[in-house]
């Protein structure tokens, strides 16, 4: 085996942990348009009259609609922050608004809620196929001290959160 590293500058160590970023976020895309193609074959049986699962006290549509407004939120702050618009993010008082517009995103019709849930994780996805890896390394402060990069909030706050629910729907949802 050829000995490469000792030749390697700090410009090539960068290179190199780039390009596994980019590979990762061609992962990670890939992920959300799978989670985004399994909710649209669940949130399809879901109906305004759909019972509650009993943990939270949810029902089918509500659990849709707050998938569909963290689609939108936790997307939007995947671009906003890659794209170097946002540094600083009041993250806690916006989670609470995001929960206000939940309610008021529960009185919209299933299939409208499920629309433009998958039309925003669409939206995020191409953006996570175009950006590169320093939009997915840039950092935002948040109000309560943390650093979070674009990076986590597409992986944890949007994906990770919206196979949660996804999941969560298929267990409430008969077949």
Known sequence: MKIESQDFTVSDLEAFLDQLIDRERLALAARLEAASAHLEKVGKRVTAEAGSDGASGWTSHEVLAHIAVLSKFYGMLTYKVGSGQMSELDL??????????????????????????????????????????????RECRTTHGTVITADHIARYPLLNHLE????????????
Do not use: C, F, W
């Not at 949660?164 to 077949?175: S, T």
């Open 92 to 137: 806690l008082g916006n989670v609470h608004l995001r929960d206000v517009i939940g309610q008021e995103m529960a009185k919209t019709p299933p299939p409208e809620l499920l629309a433009q849930a998958v039309a925003d994780q669409r939206r995020t996805a191409q953006y996570l196929r175009s950006a590169d890896a320093a939009a997915l390394k």
């Open 164 to 175: 949660e629910h996804v999941e969560q729907l298929e267990r409430m949802l008969p077949a």
